[in-house]
């Protein structure tokens, strides 16, 4: 496999700074900067920083859709932030409505 090629399993969708979903748990908001079915990545500004393997539980909350409940495992926490693997998958069309949303909003991000 060539070193440039995508290597995970699902599909992310990046997030421009002005439209980022946030991430609450533990009293803190936190800025979602990109997400899978199965994961997300989110930035640490204040608080105490995660650790690998660590269970978080919190809600996501999309600009435009219904939070959504989520657990996850920490697997890696390096420069203020840190990729979660989820317990359960984000629902598709959640997705599948998010990436059509910066695809037309967004063209040269997407």
Do not use: C, K
Not at 10 to 33: C, G, Q
Not at 70 to 81: A, C, F, L, M
């Amino acid at each position: 496999m060539p070193p440039h090629q995508e290597q995970r399993q699902h599909h992310r969708i990046r997030y421009p700074l002005s439209e980022r979903p946030r991430l609450h748990y533990a009293d803190r908001n936190h800025a979602v900067l990109d997400i899978s079915a199965r994961g997300l990545r989110y930035t640490i500004v204040d608080g105490p920083l995660p650790e690998p393997h660590d269970l978080i539980q919190g809600v996501l909350r999309f600009r435009r859709h219904a939070p959504i409940n989520i657990e996850g495992t920490v697997v890696r926490v390096q420069n203020s932030e840190a990729a979660l693997y989820l317990h359960q998958e984000i629902p598709f069309a959640a997705l599948l409505a998010e990436q059509r949303y910066l695809h037309q909003h967004y063209p040269m991000w997407s």
